[in-house]
């Protein structure tokens, strides 16, 4: 892995943003970003995780990490029904867990591209949403995200998702409640 | 790909809708509850646009909203072609419908062919417009709002009240009951995480069922075939990922050139809409499910809605087709304020809708043509505007073009009056004939009810029958 600087102002940039939109956030070193995402994990009551197909997974090391806590680990693609993946069957505290390939620090947005291994729902079938964010991703605008995105001149992803903060709805009074549709937390895990 | 047609007239304002324009206002300002839910809706938004200002440089992202809109609605043809070529080549189909019957057509026969029996929906106007929901519930095949507000309507069998906010003219405890008639037993709590939690687990089964998913489009970005659905509740992407097969509806003014465009119009749509500066979840889709790809829709189908927008293009209207359907200028109109969405009879409420409403189904339609005259003219709208739509002007305009019994009548009370005032005889022969009538007519010194088109005037107020009057 090329060493890339990490911005500090984006870094901290982004930790703000993320906790406007009342994510979570965590710093950690790439050894122990493991270990640290398996016990917030735990501490979460987490009973299940299901993960991405990503080298960023498999650099960390997640799976093992989590099975030491005790929780049940789903690769993506999973053989498991639509009901079970809607959270009707199966365990109700799942964790979706999600690799960004951006993140825009101005306003706490993680950028997911749907690909073989990366569901485009993984975030949003579950009741929590753990994303694995290698800090060098971080980018300072919304419009320096979507054009590395988009305007590649090669081909672009079939879905992205712009994901600001568990989900949520002020349908009822105009207040906002969460955990309409989406996960009911949102924890961003920022490996160095 | 269809043929063109003529767009037809008529069709966007609901056809069975209750009572005249005068008849819903007067009943909306006599409740209450209304008034009070619609008063905390636009008093919390006023307050955000007020953060968004101070602390996001709204103001200053309008001027190039507006030029963005403009530029993209001059190159629209262009642009359409664009986007329904990379659409293709994504492995997407494109359908362009000259109006609703056809897209409704398109869709249902799509659904049938396809052997769908549930539908799930996200948020979508257009759909609204098109009544698509009647079409495919007419084919047999069951519909469900997922959208909170949505779904909350659907259940009430009620109408959409805002752009954005639909179930906005509602509290917890209506939403509480309605929930309970539905579910047919008590055990619906009442707090607010009590009821979307109780939505999210009833909503689930209708995604593990639902073989099609029908979403709306914010914008269509032309450069590469991609669609953007602007969401909080995540129903949005379970729509567009989980069923089978997904069908994205869209206005044909909603594209835009580049993801130059696309960045500026998706940070300011929320800025307006929520007063926040990104919304919780923008859904950017290229075609289906690419290959090896495990979830998504195995169909992508993007239709695209003529509906009357075409033939605006070119006219004293067009700057219309700019706008993002954000709903700040409801927000921010005192007459929406007061009576809400629904006594516009329309789903396109608020100065925008008072505006297109007519415009899309013609001068003379007797659902529409009284909705320009819905306004104070008080500007409020055009200051809110994120694309910078002169709405109060258009406002103006569209009441010139209304064409009814009422305003035909007074389009001739008012060339009689320009004819008596233009001439210093006549003027002075009017001042003292209508000196004299009133004098006679007086009773008391007042006048309290004049005849014909003066006996508005004096329902609610009297007229001295001599200067200065008598106490």
């Known amino acids: 892995m090329a060493a890339t600087p990490v911005s500090d102002h984006l870094l901290d940039a982004l930790v703000a943003s993320l906790t406007r939109r009342t994510a979570t956030s965590q710093v950690v070193d790439d050894a122990d970003a493991g270990r640290a995402t398996a016990r917030w994990m735990a501490d979460a009551g987490v009973a299940r995780a299901v993960l991405p197909r990503d080298p960023v997974i498999a650099r960390i090391d997640l799976g093992a990490a989590l099975r030491r806590e005790g929780i049940e680990v789903i690769d993506w693609p999973t053989s498991l029904g639509r009901r079970e993946v809607l959270g009707l069957e199966g365990p109700e505290a799942v964790c979706g867990v999600t690799v960004p390939a951006l993140a825009v620090a101005e306003r706490g947005t993680l950028v997911l591209e749907a690909s073989p291994g990366h569901g485009r729902g993984l975030d949003v079938t579950s009741r929590h949403h753990v994303a694995i964010l290698p800090a060098e991703r971080i980018v300072e605008t919304l419009a320096e995200a979507l054009a590395r995105t988009f305007a590649t001149g090669g081909p672009v992803p079939s879905a992205v998702s712009l994901v600001s903060g568990p989900s949520r709805s002020s349908d009822i009074e105009k207040i906002s409640t969460l955990g309409a549709h989406g996960a009911v937390s949102e924890h961003v895990v920022i490996v160095r | ?471």
């Open chain 2, 1 to 471: 790909m269809s043929t063109r047609r003529q767009r037809s007239a008529g069709g966007v304002a609901y056809p069975d809708i209750k009572g005249t324009l005068h008849e819903r206002t007067v009943q909306a300002l006599g409740d209450q509850t209304l008034r009070t839910n619609l008063e905390t809706a636009a008093s919390s938004w006023a307050a955000g646009q007020e953060v968004m200002r101070r602390d996001h440089g709204m103001d200053e992202m309008r001027a190039r909203a507006r030029e963005i809109r403009r530029r993209n609605i001059r190159d629209l043809p262009a642009l359409l072609g664009e986007m329904q070529a990379n659409v293709r080549k994504a492995g997407g189909q494109v359908v362009r419908a000259a109006d609703g019957a056809e897209a409704c057509r398109y869709i249902t026969g799509l659904a049938q062919a396809r052997g769908v029996t549930v539908v799930a929906k996200s948020k979508s106007m257009a759909t609204e417009e098109i009544r698509l929901n009647e079409a495919l519930e007419a084919s047999g095949i069951e519909v469900v709002e997922t959208d909170l507000g949505e779904w909350i309507l659907q259940l009430a069998h009620q109408r959409p009240s805002h752009i954005i906010a639909p179930a906005v003219h509602l509290n917890r405890g209506q939403v509480a009951e309605i929930f309970r008639r539905e579910a047919g037993t008590d055990d619906v709590p009442d707090d607010r995480e009590g009821l979307v939690a109780h939505a999210r687990v009833r909503l689930r089964e209708t995604f593990a069922q639902a073989g099609m998913g029908i979403s709306g489009v914010n914008i269509g970005v032309a450069s590469t075939g991609t669609v953007c659905i602007v969401e909080n509740e995540g129903n949005a992407r379970l729509v567009t990922s989980q069923p089978r097969i997904h069908v994205a509806v869209m206005g044909m003014e909603r594209v835009v050139a580049d993801w130059d465009d696309a960045a500026h119009i998706l940070q300011i749509l929320p800025m307006a809409a929520i007063s926040q500066d990104a919304a919780n979840y923008v859904n950017l889709i290229t075609g289906p499910r690419r290959e090896g790809e495990s979830d998504g829709p195995e169909e992508f189908h993007l239709v695209i809605v003529d509906g009357g927008r075409g033939a605006l293009r070119g006219t004293e209207f067009e700057e219309v087709l700019s706008c993002i359907r954000c709903g700040a200028c409801l927000y921010s109109c005192p007459m929406w304020r007061s009576v809400g969405g629904q006594a516009y009879g329309s789903p396109y409420s608020g100065p925008i809708g008072a505006i297109i409403t007519p415009l899309l189904e013609g001068p003379s339609s007797p659902a529409s043509r009284d909705l320009p005259f819905m306004s104070s003219l008080c500007g409020a709208c055009g200051d809110a505007c994120p694309v910078g739509i002169p709405l109060p002007d258009l406002l103006v305009r569209a009441r010139a073009r209304a064409s009814s019994p009422a305003t035909r009548k007074s389009a001739v009370a008012f060339r009689a009056w320009s004819l008596l005032l233009r001439r210093g005889l006549t003027y002075r022969v009017g001042v003292v004939g209508w000196r004299l009538f009133v004098r006679v007519r007086g009773t008391d010194g007042w006048v309290t009810r004049l005849p014909g088109g003066g006996a508005g005037w004096t329902r609610v107020r009297d007229m001295p029958a001599r200067w200065p009057p008598r106490r």
